[in-house]
Structure formats: C-alpha cells, structure tokens
C-alpha cells in the first residue's frame, strides 16, 4: 500500500489550500482514510478523517474551516482548507487505516504567512 500525498506550499493568512493523497489500492478498502498534522515538538493529531460509510470527522480546531472529501474513482482523499491561520502551519500527513494497521504517506508541508 502507498499512499502519494501533495498539494501543500506556501499561502497567506485566510487563504485557502487544497491537499491530495492518491492511493495505490480503492479507498474503499480502508476502515478510514484522512489527516494528521505535526509541528516541531508535538505529537501528530488527526486534522480529519472518513470513516466506513463516508461519516466524516474534524479536529475541533479546524471545524468549519476544513473539508476532507474522496474521489473514489481516482482512489483519492482531499483535504480543502479555507481561512487559514499561522497555527495551521504543519506538515501534514496522508493516512490508511486497514484491520488496525496504519498506512502514512510522505508528509507535504502547509506554511501560512504572510
């Protein structure tokens, strides 16, 4: 399994970014598909997350800012984020959950500054 993450970069404050991650088998073989975030010094949190049935689940730091959607055509997840803040800043990582084993893709950094 690979997980072929992208999209981030360099976006001013209340701007907007969208994240891919590509999978190398159908989305729908994972229990959930989504987004982690990590900076220096703390420990990764999940950003958002799909689950079986398409239920979707947000950190409460990025509820109505961030929408994580699927494409399973493309075996891709997405992550649009709007109204970016500095504290968004992090490289975030593209994640698989099947029977408990957990799938990361490369980490993509999101920097928001001005």
């Known amino acids: 399994v690979q997980l072929q993450a992208s999209g981030g970069g360099l976006v001013q404050p209340g701007g907007s970014l969208r994240l891919s991650c590509e999978t190398s088998v159908s989305i729908f073989t994972f229990n959930a598909v989504g987004w982690y975030r990590q900076t220096p010094g703390k420990q990764r949190e999940l950003v958002a997350t799909?689950?079986?049935?398409?239920?979707?689940r947000y950190a409460d730091s990025v509820k109505g800012r961030f929408t994580i959607s699927r494409d399973s055509a493309k075996n891709t997840v997405y992550l649009q984020m709007g109204s970016l803040k500095s504290e968004d800043t992090a490289v975030y990582y593209c994640?698989?959950?099947?029977?408990?084993?957990?799938?990361w893709g490369q980490g993509t950094l999101v920097t928001v500054s001005s």
């Open positions: 799909i689950i079986t049935g398409g239920i979707t």
């Open positions: 994640n698989a959950r099947r029977a408990m084993i957990d799938y």
